[in-house]
T-cell receptor, first 114, second 115 residues
């Protein structure tokens, strides 16, 4: 069964600091990888996605993520965070060859201090 | 146009009641899902339907019964509501036959509060 681990549960940063959130997955087959953001009281929004090709993917709001197949990792990065980035961030995988179930990590709460 | 829409957005009800949450997608997808987000923000799949057939049924109490009248709709009916059912429920859809590049699209969620 596939699983997703997010090791940072709560991250507090000052504005303009750089961000890196870790994500590791466990699955033997082909996966598609995603990062979602959930602002307080809001629904899930897709930040970026990886299907194949260039392992460095760029998303909305200045976010990017790098897929490292050998490490089963898909870490999210942003060079300079803003107060408006305060939200919950979820890494997710879809087993593209199976039932295509979306499996989420436990989420990382990011708090940006002005 | 909203791709995946859920109604209602908020639902407050008493213990023991029966309630339904509706979901519709206009993306032409063949697969739909229900997810539950608990108070700790953990997102867990409950059900998945492909072409109106149940393909994923995680460990969910049988008080929860999904119904898919057609490919574009997946409703969730909950009997005898309990306090622990309070959560945000997300509907999603994807195109399973789309091959390797599969992406799920999520609705805006239904915040269920059982009092």
């Amino acid at each position: 069964a596939q699983s997703v681990s997010q090791h940072n549960h709560h991250v507090i940063l000052s504005e303009a600091a750089s961000l890196e959130l870790g994500c590791n997955y466990s699955y033997g087959g082909t996966v598609n990888l995603f990062w979602y953001v959930q602002y307080p009281g809001q629904h899930l929004q897709l930040l970026l996605k990886y299907f194949s090709g260039d392992p460095l993917v760029k998303g909305i709001k200045g976010f990017e993520a790098e897929f490292i197949k050998s490490k089963f990792s898909f870490n999210l990065r942003k060079p300079s965070v803003q107060w408006s980035d305060t939200a919950e961030y979820f890494c997710a995988v879809i087993d593209s060859g199976g039932y295509q179930k979306v499996t989420f990590g436990t989420g990382t709460k990011l708090q940006v201090i002005p | 146009d909203t791709a995946v829409s859920q109604t209602p957005k908020y639902l407050v009800t008493q213990m023991g009641n029966d309630k339904s949450i509706k979901c519709e997608q206009n993306l032409g997808h063949d697969t739909m899902y229900w997810y539950k987000q608990d108070s700790k923000k953990f997102l867990k799949i409950m059900f998945s339907y492909n072409n109106k057939e149940l393909i994923i049924n995680e460990t969910v109490p049988n008080r929860f019964s999904p119904k898919s009248p057609d490919k574009a709709h997946l409703n969730l009916h909950i009997n005898s509501l309990e306090l622990g059912d309070s959560a945000v429920y997300f509907c999603a859809s994807s195109q399973r036959s789309g091959g390797a590049n599969t992406e799920a699209f999520f609705g805006q969620g239904t915040r269920l509060t059982v009092v």
